[in-house]
């Protein structure tokens, strides 16, 4: 599915990737060190990570099947919403390809006073964090499949669109987690690829614009 390349994009680009170390260390308390040499326990990465990939999911689905009740308030005028949120998501493309830069969207929110030392709790808290202060380069492309979302006649389809979103996104950040030393060294191979990410992921928003403003399907 479309939704699910999306949230692998999202994992990929320069805003998430070379942060993952970061976060990882963050979410189950072991230091970068700790993690690189193995000195750390699978349990105790798995369980703060699933909490923290539930976190930034709830978040997610939410404001899936939230764009999706909105849009359907707006049934009525269904067509001519979908032309226009098309070509806002074109614009969105343009810009994460760096054609057209939007300065609201190189900023994102700063969440600090959340701790957490592998606790599930914390975890899930600071997951909610990610998902709703979500990076610049990675934005666009959540909010495009939001505007899609807002296009659908039943909330499930929202749910089931952002519910694939997180999917793409958790199923790499879990198994960085989990694959630890060999992810990061696999990561700085990558470094030399972003910009070709973030050329992939402008045109796959420009794609989904267009069949939204043509009124072909998108799934």
């Not at 939007?102 to 606790?119: A, D, H, M, N, W």
């Not at 939001?146 to 198994?175: C, D, M, N, R």
Request: a positive charge; aromatic letters at 12%; glycine letters at 12%.
């Amino acid at each position: 599915m479309a939704a699910f390349g999306g949230g692998l994009l999202s994992f990929l680009s320069p805003c998430v990737l070379p942060l993952m170390p970061v976060y990882v260390s963050f979410i189950t308390g072991y230091t970068v060190q700790e993690l690189k040499e193995g000195r750390s326990s699978p349990l105790r990465i798995l369980i703060p990570t699933l909490a923290f990939i539930t976190g930034f999911t709830l978040v997610f689905v939410t404001l899936g099947a939230s764009a999706t009740w909105i849009g359907d308030l707006l049934n009525r005028y269904l067509h001519v919403l979908t032309k226009v949120l098309g070509g806002l998501v074109v614009i969105l493309g343009l810009h994460i390809m760096g054609i057209l830069r939007l300065p609201f969207l190189q900023r994102s929110l700063q969440f600090k006073g959340v701790e957490t030392k592998g606790g599930m709790v914390g975890s899930l808290i600071l997951g909610m964090a990610f998902a709703l202060g979500w990076s610049p380069c990675t934005g666009p492309i959540l909010a495009s499949i939001l505007a899609y979302a807002s296009t659908q006649q039943h909330v499930a389809k929202g749910i089931a669109l952002l519910a694939a979103y997180s999917i793409g996104l958790a199923v790499p950040f879990l198994l960085f987690a989990l694959l630890f030393s060999y992810a990061i060294k696999t990561v700085q191979r990558f470094k030399r690829w972003f910009r070709f990410v973030e050329i992939a992921s402008g045109l796959v928003l420009i794609g989904l614009g267009i069949m939204m403003i043509r009124g072909g399907m998108f799934l």
